[in-house]
Structure formats: C-alpha cells, structure tokens
C-alpha cells in the first residue's frame, strides 16, 4: 500500500484507525478527509491523532475532489452521519451523506483505479432480529434512517465490485470504548459515564434487548485485515458481520456488569417504557473463518476498566453528561444553533470553524 485515503478520521473510531494503519503501513502516505464537526471533543489525548497522518484535508465527503484520489490505493470510508438520533433529526442528510456520497465516492474511487473500498456498515441493519443470531444471509430489517443508508450502501457497492476493484463491507457491532474523541451517546459507554459521574445508570428501556459489542481497537484491526484481503478471501464484494460471539449482551447484563466494575452503582430499569425494538443477537463465525488472526482481543471487563480509569483521569463529574458536547447530537445542534452550520450540515460562509488553509500538513511518525 502506498497510499490510504481514510474519510470521516475525526470522528470517535478515527483515532484509533489512524494509529493502527500507522503502525502497520509505516511507508504508506496516510492522508485524512472529515468536515471537523468534532474536531475539537478531544478527551485526554497525549497528542493530537491526526499528527499521524501524512496530511489531513477539511472537506465535505459529498464533494471530495478528484485530486484526492490520484495514486490512492485504499479507501477508508468511515464518513457519515453516525447513529440513530441524528438519522431521525437529519434524515435527509443522514441518507444523502451516508448513501448518496458514499456510493459516489466508490463510483469515482474505481475509476480513478483505487483497488480496495471498506465501508464501514452496521450490525443495526439486522433491526428487530428476534432470538436467533443472525448471518450475513439473514434478512435484514432496519428499522432507523442510519440502518437503512447502510443497506441502500450495500446494496449499491455491490455492482460495482469485481478483480480490479475490492469491496469490503465491515458490519460492525455497536463500537465501544475509549478513544481520543470519546463518544458517550453509545450503550457501554453511557453506562460508565453515569456510574463515574453520578453512581447510577438509568436504562431507557426495560433491559431487554440484545447488542452485539466491539471494541473501537478491535474495529481498527477489521479494517487493516480489510485492506489487505485479497479477492480470493471472500470474493470481489465481501459483507460481513464483525465482533465475536461472545460479546452479544442484553443491555441489562451490560448494567450489570458496570454496577461489578464500579460498586455503589445504582441501576434503574425503565419497565413501563415501549419495547425497544433495535434487539438483535449475531453471529460471527464467518469472521473467524475468514479473518483468524485479527479476530478481537479486548474484553468486556478491560474496556470497562479502561472506560472508567480515562474517565477519571480527566476528571469526568458531569453528571448531565447526555446534554453535553460529548454527544454527537449536541455538537451538532450547536452548530446549527450558533449559524456555524447550515440546514444541509454544510459549513456557513461566515463560518470560522474550519481552517482557511484547504489542508493541514503533518509530519508521519
């Protein structure tokens, strides 16, 4: 690999791809491609993650330019417009930006000569996935504007795959973690957030559901084992869940097992609430069989313990947690509330977010 062109770098599992591929790639010319919503949620990083790329470039993955692409030999696409609340208030966008440019994006991707795409799809596709765990020839049934842009993505990259143009969908279990930009608007990590902040956790429903889990480690080593699949694993166009067995859980028992981590925790369940109807147990086995070793390391109890010691680390007491900006949708609305972003979720012209330099040039490490 010479060149990797990773979109959506600054989000929550950016960081740690960044790090991964700089590691495993260290001649390869890592260059990044995000809006900069949320540039600045940095929690605790050493130093800035984007210091590990070749270059990173502001923009907007509905118009990346073509110059972007010459001599790239990967892509990377983690860009969208990431979970269900924000797919439920910008639906339009959500499906624009998450289907529309990403198809676009292959489109142009293959005949520039890019030679491997990986789409960063969902496990959320499966929806209402009742008791059994599901394949990757399961029916899918989304049920949210996000889920539904990963299945019209699917859909639409596989056409287009063939022996010159490898397509990877990486459909991850809901990510979990700590991260440079920690994101708290995601199960596991809501749930240490309020045992650090306040000694309780309050689930919105009554327990029930099923979650598969992953750690955002784990989904770096998913996507290193991605660029480098060849065609003869899997075929030209590969779907695939990712996570392991083992890391399918009730939302209940993910309570439960932060209460154990952090004693004293409270946790209340919401009985009288609707009944969540995003429950889906999955199965992974094809991952093992095609991807033995970058199968995943981390476990529920260290992501745990690694959850609770960053938090307190950066002194983390805000028990109101889910009105802050450490949840995508807050950030958002602020923008939009301060005339920093428009309805479209493009910068506005007076905008003064995004550097007027139309790329930020760091040395590799």
């Known amino acids: 690999m010479n060149r990797i062109l990773i979109t959506g770098n600054m989000g929550y599992v950016g960081p740690g791809v960044v790090a991964r591929l700089r590691q495993e790639f260290p001649q390869a010319e890592l260059i990044g491609y995000d809006m900069g919503y949320f540039a ?67 489109q142009r991707a293959k005949a520039a000569g890019v030679r491997s795409f990986i789409f960063a799809s969902s496990c959320s596709i499966y ?27 699917e859909q639409d990259l596989q056409p287009l795959a063939d022996e010159t143009f490898c397509v990877t969908c990486l459909r991850f279990a809901t990510a979990c973690g700590w991260s440079d930009r920690l994101r708290l608007d995601l199960v596991v990590n809501d749930f240490v957030a309020g045992a650090v902040s306040a000694g309780t956790i309050s689930i919105l429903s009554d327990g029930s559901p099923w979650r598969p889990l992953i750690h955002v480690q784990d ?64 199965d992974f086995s094809l991952y ?43 950030v958002i609305n602020r923008l939009q509330t301060t005339g920093q972003l428009t309805e479209a979720l493009t910068w506005a012209p007076q905008s003064t977010q995004v550097p007027t330099e139309p790329a930020l040039q760091a040395a590799a490490v």
């Open 288 to 330: 093992r069989q095609l991807a033995p070793d970058h199968q995943p390391v981390r476990t529920l109890a260290d992501t745990l313990a690694e959850l609770r010691d960053g938090l307190l680390g950066i002194n983390f007491k805000d028990a109101d947690f889910r009105s802050s900006e450490l949840m995508r949708l807050r």
């Open 40 to 106: 600045h949620c940095l929690t605790g990083a050493g130093r800035l993650p984007e210091t590990r790329l070749d270059r990173q470039v502001f923009g907007d993955v509905r118009q990346l330019p073509d110059t972007l692409l010459q001599g790239v030999d990967a892509i990377v696409h983690l860009s969208a417009i990431s979970n269900d609340p924000m797919g439920q208030t910008y639906e339009a966008v959500t499906l624009e930006v998450n289907h529309a440019a990403g198809i676009q994006l292959a």
């Open 219 to 282: 989904m770096a080593r998913a996507i290193e084992w991605a660029i480098k699949r060849p065609t003869t694993t899997g075929g030209a166009f590969l779907a695939i869940n990712v996570g392991a067995d083992v890391w399918n859980y009730q939302v209940r028992e993910l309570a439960e097992a932060v209460a154990e981590a952090i004693p004293g925790t409270k946790v209340t369940l919401n009985s009288a609430a609707p009944p969540d109807k995003r429950s889906y147990k999955v």
């Open 127 to 153: 929806g209402a996935g009742g008791e059994g765990a599901k394949t990757e020839d399961s029916t899918l049934n989304p049920l949210t504007a996000y889920a539904r842009s990963k299945v019209m993505s």
